[in-house]
C-alpha cells in the first residue's frame, strides 16, 4: 500500500463498526494496484447513490481523489473522476 497516512485511514476504517466493508475493499485495492477500474468506479457510485456511505468512507473517498489528482492512482476509465461530486450531491 501506497503512503502511511492512507494505510492509517483504511486501517482504522476497517476496525470500526458499520463502515461500508465494500467501500474500504475498492478503496484499498485501488491503493495497492495502483490503478482504479470502470467497475470499481461504478459500484462506488451506485452505492453512494443508495446513501451507503459513512464518514469513514467519505474518508477514504477523499483520500482516493487526493491519490488520483495526485497521480498515485491511475483510473482506468474515461473521462474525469465524479465520485466526489456524487457525494457532495449526497451531504
Not at 36 to 46: D, N, R, T
Not at 65 to 86: C, D, F, L, N, Y
Amino acid at each position: 500500500m501506497r503512503g502511511g497516512s492512507i494505510a492509517s485511514i483504511l486501517n482504522l476504517a476497517n476496525h470500526i463498526q458499520g463502515a461500508c466493508p465494500m467501500i474500504h475493499s475498492l478503496v484499498k485495492s485501488a491503493f495497492e494496484t495502483g490503478c482504479i477500474s470502470v467497475a470499481s468506479e461504478g459500484l462506488i457510485l451506485q452505492l453512494l447513490a443508495h446513501h451507503s456511505c459513512l464518514p469513514t468512507d467519505v474518508q477514504a473517498l477523499q483520500s482516493l481523489s487526493q491519490a488520483i489528482e495526485g497521480g498515485k492512482v491511475q483510473r482506468e476509465g474515461p473521462g474525469t473522476w465524479s465520485v466526489m461530486t456524487h457525494l457532495a450531491a449526497i451531504a
